[in-house]
């Protein structure tokens, strides 16, 4: 499995909250393949960030997270 060519990279996203009158951002990672010629997300942060540099690191962590556990079984 190579995950050498997976990539992080962060999605702004506008969201709107109650009771504010303007879409606030809010900032997911996300896990793509640089040799992908889609890029198609392999993995997608399910949370929603306030930061763009904490989303990043959240992207980080899964990433070493998953490389660090190929090979060893499943559940
Ligand atoms: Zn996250």
Redesign the pocket.
């Given at each position: 499995m190579g995950w050498v060519g997976v990539k992080i990279r962060v999605l702004a996203l506008p969201t709107q909250v109650k009771g504010t009158p303007a879409p606030t951002l809010v900032?997911?990672?996300e896990a793509y393949d640089e040799e992908d010629q889609f890029r198609e997300p392999k993995w997608t942060?399910?949370?929603?960030?306030d930061s763009a540099h904490?989303?990043h690191?959240?992207?980080l962590?899964?990433l070493h997270g998953e490389a660090g556990e190929v090979g060893q079984s499943e559940g």
């Open positions: 900032y997911r990672a942060c399910p949370h929603r960030h904490a989303a690191d959240c992207g962590d899964w």
